[in-house]
């Protein structure tokens, strides 16, 4: 069982939004910046946004972060069919001493 | 540009020690606030954390495995060595190494090595 709770499964239809969340405590979510990674089918993970609500350089503006206290979430607008993935959040862990992932969530783009 | 390769045995024998081998390019382990990082993920599953080293030799392992896990590092040949004793089969699936810095991305793991396949099976 993942330290950070995700849904396991979101969908949406092409051209809509969607919204991933990601549940943690005070030592993780709640004290740390969070990072999403979004990993297609049979490839390694990318990082998608960090610190909360940042895109690293190639990550279209249809992918924001946001957070508030110790939950985080993923939102993505426009959906596309390329979009269809597994998507981790992850931050640090003050208990653990490191970092942690969530369980992921796999996004089907209906 | 930052790139990460791992490499190690395809199959291992359960009890045996896995050794992977992260080598790299486009940074050094000799800068301050860097790191890299060991991510597996068992067939299926989600991403789990193993451990991490920092230019330092700041040292950090999943409390979950830390007795069976070694991370060292080389500076001169741009490698990160991650050792696991007592492999079981549920050790088995594809393990990541991964660059971190504290400064432009806050810890996240920024660059990812394509990964490497291991079955723990007898």
């Known amino acids: 069982q993942s330290v950070l709770t995700q849904p396991p499964s979101a969908s949406g239809t092409p051209g809509r939004s969607v919204t991933i969340s990601c549940s943690g405590s005070?030592?993780?979510?709640?004290?740390?910046?969070v990072h999403w990674y979004q990993q297609l089918p049979r490839t390694a993970p990318k990082l998608l946004i960090h610190?909360?609500?940042l895109r690293p350089s190639g990550v279209p503006d249809r992918f924001s972060g946001s957070k508030s206290g110790t939950s985080a979430s993923l939102d993505i607008s426009g959906l596309q069919s390329e979009d269809e993935a597994d998507y981790y959040c992850?931050?640090?862990?003050?208990?653990?001493?490191?970092?942690?992932f969530g369980g992921g969530t796999k996004l089907t783009v209906l | 540009q930052i790139t990460l390769n791992e490499s190690g045995p395809t199959l291992v024998k359960p009890t045996q020690t896995l050794t992977l081998t992260c080598t790299f390019s486009?940074?050094?382990?000799?800068?301050?606030?860097?790191?890299v990082g060991w991510i597996r993920q068992p067939p299926g599953k989600a991403l789990e954390w193993l451990a991490l080293?920092?230019?330092?030799?700041?040292?950090r392992y999943s409390p979950s495995l830390g007795s069976r896990l070694s991370i060292t590092k080389d500076t001169s040949r741009n490698q990160v060595v991650l050792k696991m004793t007592n492999v079981e089969p549920v050790d088995t699936g594809t393990y990541y190494c991964?660059?971190?810095?504290?400064?432009?991305?806050?810890?996240?793991?920024?660059?990812w090595g394509q990964g490497t396949p291991v079955t723990v099976s007898s």
């Open positions: 610190s909360n609500n």
């Open positions: 486009g940074f050094s382990l000799k800068s301050s606030g860097v790191g």
């Open positions: 005070s030592s993780n979510v709640g004290s740390y910046t």
């Open positions: 080293i920092y230019w330092d030799d700041d040292e």
């Open positions: 991964a660059h971190t810095d504290y400064g432009d991305y806050d810890r996240a793991f920024d660059s």
């Open positions: 992850a931050t640090w862990d003050d208990t653990l001493k490191g970092p942690v």
